[in-house]
């Protein structure tokens, strides 16, 4: 494997939020048609459309709901919301947009804002960046006088947008732009690609015309410098069309110096035309945006900090420990908890440290009947844990029985008040009794998949509980219920696009009855741990009716089963094969395998499939596989060079027959489909350590010219580090964010301080202690020390910070490129 760079910050980046819905869309066009055709978002990093939602139909407020999650992997400089009206014989029409700089973002960050939607103008809508070199130097005509000549070199460009979702044809303009004078000059076309090697270098005169004769040498006047700038344009060739415009940027000549060379990138900027909607003219969309970007540090960096953290399972009382003081201090609870949960999971420290917490709060807990019901440390942890590693349990025992249910969508109503127009309650009934049945079925004989952390864990729950109530004989199962049935099934019934069980949000009849089975199978789920009458709690009558066709003490009997299953100390017998889940599936363009020669037919659209024991391509998606590839023959997964075939956002599958090249849709697609791969064969004895990043293609390789097709690569393969199929846990990232939380949370860190300080000299005095009351001290002097420890390893990481700061990327380079001056 390639060895990674141990001095390097990795800039890694993820968009979180919710499309919640829109008003008025369209309205003011004074058009109705948005009334009667369905309308979907779409979200664009710059313009590559990366998220799209479902169609909804017929409203000009639609409610999307639409949660979305991804890592973005590369640069972009627009973080762009798409309202598009469908169409069912013609292309989609834009109704809007909402478009985010990326510097912006942090102004939206964790609430929900109403955004009014723009104009979509082909002048705006543009990406990628070009790399120019300029230089001022002296002429000597033939008359003699020396005049000055400007030399511009347009080198290349990267990242430039598909068209019609084709690589483009581009070609430059290079214009000397003055108060009297525009000079233009034009490179070559070139053929299907987003990155053009141009290499072209124009020359224009700058200097006034020869009568001007005031100054004896060379010096160009700084009052014709101010006023002159170099426009290089993108286009599109249209050949017999109109060509395309892809963006500009502008250049002062006044950053120049006599013979000195300017060279750098430059972002491409839209060009402004002056037109604007007026405001509600087409609408609003409010959003929840939370952009993150983590400065990862080199791995060494971050030892002081993982090891305080690490030994937080360790400390007594619990409650000193830096994981729990983290708890205690940080404004967002639910941000200080999951990276915890991640960094002590990686190191297999994570079930001490849920197992002493939730020790703690039932110390606190007076009554049996209330047992973890608050939002706690211990309480957010298990939910935390349970997220991660049951997403496969929830994706075996949920989701065939989820995309039945969603996909017959038979009316449940059972709340006369409800009812719609021509239904019948007693046939709704029984449709919602079949539906509760099947998932009560599909969870109540899934013990044999429960992960075995999770399974720990309920044990663990089990004994405190039944030590703290020792003589309550249903604590033991509400323990374990609270959890499993309240937290976890009936959450992921209730929403099931969150857990990636289905596709997007279900529509407003499907949530209802998505809600009305994820509340029963909650209560069937406690009816175990009830002593009083199961059915004395129902505030709804017709839930009280409802509740009465199911069996009460078969109910009891299986879900005692299964909780007995799931939280006993007798291992469960495993046949040593393990279920089949599948990972990832999606549309993609596949290469045909073996093809010698270029050609568009030669790439086909694929349903691509792969599980934890192999990848598939099918037809269509349903259909047998057209091919199967065992994940142990797989020995790398890599990008593919776009030269190779002129085609963005390709991967290469690396295995023991024939290589496999796959187009994604996207960018952030590609880099999860080569993530997920390499995650289900890291382990493979096989995997390669060099690989080939472009095609043998006519008896030779494009990136090496070897003629050999078995001739060993040219490139080191990318290190795969992650420890787990199912757990993509980046230990720096979570540490940098445990640090980003520390380093935010530092007037709060001194409060809890002082108030360690105050209650070791006013020990026993109530009026003291309650003035820090939102804070948990059991042992001030501990817990005293320990802030001491945080305080100092969140300064070197500071320290850190400012030195790699000195030294991070200089303006002009590729990774960060001037923001050139638009029009």
Known sequence: MAEEDDTKIRILQSLRGKICEGKNLGAGSGSNRLRDVGTFCTISLDQEEVFRTKVYEKSLSPFYAEDFYFEIPRPFQYLSFYVYAKSVFQRDLPVGKVAIRKEDLCKYSGKEHWFILQPVDPNSEVQGKVHLEMKLNELITDNGPVSPRLQVRIIECHGLPLISGQNCDPFATVTLMGPARSDQRKTKVKKKTSDPQFEETFFFEVSRSSSYGKKSHFQVEEEDIEKMEIKVELWNNGNLAQDVFLGETRVSLKILRNNLVHKAWYLLQPRGNGTKAKPDDLGSLRLNVNYTEDNVLPATCYEALRDLLLKSPDVKPISASAAHILWDVCRDRNDASLPVVRLLLHHNRLLPFLTTIAALELENTQEANTIFRGNSLATRGID???????????????????????????????????????????????????????????ITQSSASCPPLMCDMFRALRQLACNRFPGDPHVQYSAVSSFVFLRFFAVAVLSPHTFQLRPHHPDPDMSRTLTLISKTIQTLGSWSSLSKSKLSSFKESYMYDFFKLFQEDKCIEKVKKFLDDISSNISK???????????????????????????????????????????????????????????????????????????????????????????????????????????????????????????????????????????????????????NIQLEIDCDRETERIFSLFNTSLPRLQKMEDACASMSVYLGQQKEQEEYSAFIIQDPKETFRTIKEIRDVVEELTAHHAAKGALSVQPGTIENPIVGKMS
Not at 388 to 405: A, F
Not at 414 to 420: E, Q, R, V, Y
Request: aromatic share 6%.
């Open 384 to 442: 935390d844990m349970m997220k991660l590693v049951g997403r496969s349990y929830l994706t075996i025992t949920l989701k065939p029985v989820l995309d039945e249910i969603c996909e017959s969508s038979k009316s449940c109503e059972i709340d006369p008040i409800k009812l719609k127009e021509g239904d019948n309650v007693e046939v709704n009934k029984e449709n919602l009794q079949g539906y509760v049945q099947k998932v009560f079925s599909s």
């Open 573 to 723: 017998g495993t046949s040593g094969v393990e279920d089949s889940v599948v990972l990832k599936e999606g549309e993609v363009y596949k290469r045909t395998q073996g093809k010698k020669r270029l050609g568009k037919k030669n790439f086909q659209k694929r349903w691509l499939q792969v599980t934890n024991r192999q990848l598939s391509y099918h037809k269509q998606k349903g259909k047998d596989p057209l091919c199967v590839i065992p994940v142990q023959n797989i020995r790398g997964v890599e990008k593919l060079d776009e030269g190779a075939f002129n085609r963005k956002n390709m991967y290469q599958v690396i295995h023991s027959e024939k290589l496999l090249y796959v187009q994604a849709g996207n960018c952030v697609e590609t880099s999860e489909w080569i993530e997920v791969l390499n995650q289900v064969s890291r382990c493979n004895p096989e995997r390669l350590s060099v690989f080939h990043p472009s095609a043998y293609v006519n008896g030779a390789w494009l990136c090496c010219k070897g003629t050999v097709e078995s001739v060993p690569g040219c490139k080191p393969c990318t290190a795969s580090t992650l420890a």
